[in-house]
Every structure is written in C-alpha cells, then in structure tokens.
T-cell receptor, first 113, second 116 residues
Framework: DQQVKQNSPSLSVQEGRISILNCDYT??????FLWYKKYPAEGPTFLIS?????DKNEDGRFTVFLNKSAKHLSLHIVPSQPGDSAVYFC????????????FGQGTELSVKP | GAVVSQHPSRVICKSGTSVKIECRSL??????MFWYRQFPKQSLMLMAT?????????EQGVEKDKFLINHASLTLSTLTVTSAHPEDSSFYIC????????????FGDGTRLSIL
C-alpha cells in the first residue's frame, strides 16, 4: 500500500521558469510533510517542511503548499536553476506513529539552461 | 545545520561476510535514528527505527537477525548486515532527528554495499 505517491517520475523545466512537483497521500493521520532533494549516491538533503496546521510554507525560491482536503501537497521552485536538477522526494510522518517517514517514489527534475 | 555522518560510503565484499555501517549525528543528540534501504530507481524504504538504550523497532518483512542494529549512544547507531549475500546489495542510508518535536530527519550520505 503506497501511502505517499509521486505520480510523475520525471519533470523537465526551462531555466528561470517555475517547477511544480506534486505529491499525494492517503493516510489522514499524517501531520508533517517534508521535501528532500537527492543526488545519485548521496543521502537526501532536507529542503522544506510543512505542518498540517498550515497550508503554505515559503523559504527563498521554495514554497510548499498543502491541501489537506485533497490530501495533496506540492513543491514550487521559482525561478528554477540548472543546479536544482536532482530527484525530489516528498515524505510524510504521523506523530502517533513514532515520526517515521514514509517516502514517495521520487520525481527526477531536469532544469535545462 | 544538522550533520549526519555515515561510514563507510562504499563496501565491496565476499558473500558470507558481515558488514558494519556507522551513523553518527555530529552536532546534535538523537535518541532516535532510522535506517533506510534504497533499490535503484525506487523510493527509500524504512527498515528499522533505532532507539538509544533499547531494542530497535523493525518494519514488517525486515529480518532482525539479519540486520542487527545497536544504538550505543545519543550520537551513534550501527547497522550490521550479518552473513551478507548478493541480494543484500543495496544503498543503505541512515537518518537522525534532533530530540524536538517536528524536526526534520537529516540523512547521512549512504553506504553502497556490493556483495560478490
């Protein structure tokens, strides 16, 4: 049972444009959501997070939106830069489940100059 | 920011060998650390939750006798793959979280394990 889903395995965007990465979840007990960026043969790097009591969190070029009724979150990167090219994972956790992270399958973002 | 160090980064060894991987939180204390496994082109799958001073909690389908976890201190957890076989070849990643609510997990750089 895939509780966190990233339905787009890849995304290609032109430099300077907006990148929108999407994530859906099924477990209504999730109360904390995170986005990680990962390069090959490296561990994931934390980007941004959002608590379920909020619907938006912004940090520089990165903004995460949470729509609890739709069980959907998205990561917006604007403007996109070639250095943003990587695999992006969304993850979710529930406080009453020990805070362990459930990851989506990842979306490979390619930002072209 | 929080730093997690994982060692070694790569291991190549013969079938039947036991391999130990270390995970250290360098600038914070972590009562809880996590061990993940990632297959090529797939997501990170949680293997177990490592608890300082107590037994690890394993996810369904993960053999506790195969993957021994020891959380010796608030900054160190080890994963030992016992009697490793080729099917154990994978990318193993640890993470740690500061002992505060709603803090993100920070990940090590992973260990590429190749069993010949």
């Amino acid at each position: 049972d895939q509780q966190v889903k990233q339905n787009s395995p890849s995304l290609s965007v032109q430099e300077g444009r907006i990148s929108i990465l999407n994530c859906d979840y099924t477990n209504s007990m999730f109360d904390y959501f995170l986005w990680y960026k990962k390069y090959p043969a490296e561990g994931p790097t934390f980007l941004i997070s959002i608590s379920s009591i909020k619907d938006k969190n912004e940090d520089g070029r990165f903004t995460v939106f949470l729509n609890k009724s739709a069980k959907h979150l998205s990561l917006h990167i604007v403007p996109s830069q070639p250095g943003d090219s990587a695999v992006y994972f969304c993850a979710a956790s529930a406080y009453n489940q020990g805070g362990k992270l459930i990851f989506g399958q990842g979306t490979e973002l390619s930002v072209k100059p | 920011g929080a730093v997690v160090s994982q060692h070694p980064s790569r291991v190549i060894c013969k079938s039947g060998t036991s391999v130990k991987i270390e995970c250290r939180s360098l600038d914070f204390q972590a009562t809880t650390m996590f061990w993940y496994r990632q297959f090529p082109k797939q997501s990170l799958m949680l293997m177990a939750t490592s608890n300082e001073g107590s037994k690890a909690t394993y996810e369904q389908g993960v053999e506790k006798d195969k993957f021994l976890i020891n959380h010796a201190s608030l900054t160190l957890s080890t994963l030992t793959v016992t009697s490793a076989h080729p099917e154990d070849s994978s990318f193993y990643i640890c993470s740690a979280r500061e002992d505060l609510s709603n803090q993100p997990q920070h990940f090590g750089d992973g260990t590429r394990l190749s069993i010949l």
